[in-house]
Structures are given as C-alpha cells and as structure tokens.
C-alpha cells in the first residue's frame, strides 16, 4: 500500500496532541498527503469505510480511561477499512505500547512523535513500510515544531514546557517526557500568537505543567526573569492585536510552592485571566511525601493567601483515595479545604486513576469513603467544589465505601 491520505480520530479530550502531531506534518511530513479529522467514532468509520481503507492510515491519541473505546473503535475499523493502516499514540499507548499492539494496531509511536510519526508516514507513502511493532518517538524540538497546526487549521493553546522533574507517584508526565524541562523559547510562542491573531483568533492559553517554572533549567529553581519575559511580551502583543493571554489557567497549572509575589504580580499585570489553578492534590505532610509531590500543606494555605492579596481566585485540585490514604488523611483533606473555601478558594475535585507507566500503576482506583463523599457533595451544593470524581471513581474500577 501507498499511503496518500491520513485520517485523525480528533476528539475533543485528544485535540491537543492531535494539533501538535499535524503542525509536525507541515514541516515533516510526505508532500501532497491529505487529511481529515472526524470528531466521532462513528465519523471516523465513515471517513475510512466506504473504500475499505485503501490508501489510508487512521492515527488515535488516547489516555487510559480511553482505552475501551479504542480498542472497540480499532474493532470496527479492522471490519469495515481492513486495508487502513492503524496508528496509536499518546499517554496510554506509550505507556504499555505491547498491549496498545495487541488491541489491533500496526504501529505505536511510544513517546513523544512530532518527529517520528512524520517519518512514518512518509516511509508509508513511499512505499517503505517499516515492520509493524513499536517506534519510540524521539525528543521534539519545541524551538522548531509549531504547537498546532495552521495548514489545517487546528489551532487551541500553546504548549510552552515539556518535561516535570517532580515525578509525582500518579502523574505521568515525568515519565513521558523526562525530568528535565524543555521550553519552548519567546519567539516561537510570539510567532504561534502571530498566527491564531492573523486568523482571528482572540484568546491564547498555555499548556505546561507548571506555568511558573517557565524557563526553569530544572523545573524547581524559578526563573522570574524568564517568566517576566514570556509575559510581558505575550501580554504586549495580545493587547495590540486586540487579545488576550491566560497564564496559570485551564489547560495550565501552578505550584503551590511557585506561587510568589512576583509571578502573581505578572499574572495581574500582563494575563487576563482573574483565577489560577493550584495543584495541591493531598493535605497530610505524610501522604505528600508519599505521592513525591515535593512541598507540604504550608505551602497550599500561602498560595492562597497571596492569592486573595493579589485579588485572583484560586482553584485548588484535590485528588481523592490516593493509594494509602487513611482516615486520619482525610481529616487533613477536609481542614487543609476548608480553611481553603474560606479564603475564597474553589476546590477541583478528582478520585485517583491508576495510570500506566507511574509508581501507583499497580494500585487499585480511587475508594472514597462516605464521610468524604458527603463532604465534597456539600462543598458542590454551597458552589465550592466541582469536578468528575463520579466519573473517575467509576473508571478506577473501585467503589465508593472505603471506612465509614
């Protein structure tokens, strides 16, 4: 088979990955391919069916709690487009990329693929296919690979850091990306800006797992220079393209340990955005320590504090029946949220997910108690918490009465 057309499955949970795999495409990828991006299962199969596949490859990003409607969606795809090449990537798949193969794909770009999944394909349209298995994506260089895609116009936020090196026991990130942060430099983000302004495009948003540690040469020393730097050339270009940027926000987050004056005082002055995502995940000194989150509760009550001083409403993430946690953990949960509630604060609420890949795979899913359960459930009545603990519980496969 040579390859002459690619078909993304883009939905709504993967787009960013997808925008950033397709950016690579312009600049890495086999001349005069063509491409499409249905957002739903049932539009993938119509894109690919009809000439059972031929010609095309069908690439799927996915996380964990995905799995199942990938593997069902390869399923069908394998009936209905049997000459389609199929392509996985993403967190799940780079996790556990022999599994990802058992599911029904031919190819899993493990890692990191704005360099090696353009490569695939153009050694599938020349007609080169390599041999079917795992290929482990190289590195990217964020300097050079646009963060979306203009050719097609994928466009969504700009991913500015790459790369943790806290390791925390249920993230991934570290473990996908390395410990060591990379960062995308000033001018490239400016360029990316120039582009969504040119379009019409008003709002820009970040994506980087901690947005103050921007130009961080390990991701735990701050660079404030750097970070003053991003942000007030940032802030200077959107206002006079008549936008907005939003630093420290949804997709983003920060440290609570990174919250300072000085970032704050650049948030307030050069970002649009009045309230900042704070990952503080647990309460107990013991059960921080134990998930490698590197700061104590201390640090999440001052984070708020220079929030309420600086006018930004903070929204703190919490994770929920971390493996270990025990009845005197959750007792710190509920003091450490309540004193949080108020000063103002909005507590984001998950239920832990083994995920592949991490210290906690192996751990069985979140159980969350019915004395906290009700505690979260009055929070979200009073307006003070929000998030899909339900959901996630449910995926990790465990019940909600851990102790009453």
């Known amino acids: 088979m040579t390859l002459n057309r690619i078909v993304f499955h883009y939905s709504r949970e993967n787009r960013y990955s997808v925008n950033a795999l397709a950016g690579a495409l312009e600049t890495g990828g086999p001349p005069g391919l063509r491409a ?14 009809p000439d059972g596949g031929a ?15 990938a593997a069902s969606l390869v399923k069908r795809l ?5 000459a389609a090449v199929l392509i996985a990537g993403g967190p799940h798949p780079s996790a556990v990329p022999d599994e990802t193969l058992d599911m029904g794909f031919d190819y899993v770009v493990a890692g990191e693929g704005e360099r090696t999944f353009p490569r695939l394909l153009s050694a599938l349209a020349a007609g080169e296919p390599p041999p079917r298995g795992v290929l482990r994506g190289l590195p990217a260089d964020l300097s050079a690979c646009p963060p979306f895609s203009s050719r097609w116009g994928l466009f969504g936020a700009i991913e500015i850091t790459r790369g943790c090196p806290y390791a925390c026991a249920y993230c991934q990130t570290s473990f996908l990306f390395g410990a060591k942060p990379r960062h995308r430099p000033v001018p490239a983000i400016l360029r990316a800006m120039e ?14 797992p901690d947005a103050f540690a921007y130009g961080s040469a390990d991701g735990k020393a701050m660079n404030t220079g750097a970070l003053r730097e991003l942000l007030e050339s940032a802030g200077e270009l959107a206002s006079a393209r008549g936008g907005r940027v939003f630093a420290g926000s949804f997709p983003s987050e920060v ?11 650049l948030v307030r002055k050069h970002a649009s955005n009045r309230r900042l995502v704070i990952g503080a995940q647990a309460a107990s000194p013991r059960l921080l320590r134990e998930i490698r989150r590197g700061h104590g509760p201390g640090e999440v009550l001052e984070a708020a504090r220079l929030c309420r001083e600086h006018r930004l409403t903070p929204y703190f993430d919490f994770i929920f029946g ?13 003091e450490l949220i309540q004193a949080l509630v108020a000063t103002g604060a909005i507590i984001h609420t998950h239920a832990f997910m083994p995920l592949p890949g991490t210290p906690f795979a192996g751990a069985p899913g979140g159980r969350i108690s019915r004395r906290m359960r009700d505690f979260i459930e009055k929070l979200e009545s009073r307006g003070k918490a929000f998030g899909k603990w339900r959901t996630q519980s449910r ?10």
């Open 395 to 404: 995926l990790g496969g465990a019940g909600l009465d851990r102790y009453q």
């Open 78 to 82: 394998r009936k209905s487009a049997p």
């Open 36 to 49: 499409a991006f249905p957002a739903t299962a049932a539009d993938t199969l119509a894109e690919l069916s």
């Open 255 to 265: 440290r609570p340990d990174h919250v300072t004056h000085e970032a704050l005082e």
């Open 55 to 69: 010609g095309a490859a069908a690439a799927l990003s996915f996380f964990t709690c995905q799995k199942t409607g």
């Open 195 to 208: 582009t969504m302004f040119a379009r019409g495009l008003k709002d820009v948003r970040f994506i980087t």
């Open 322 to 334: 971390l493996p270990g946690e025990t009845r005197g953990d959750e007792d710190a949960a509920m």
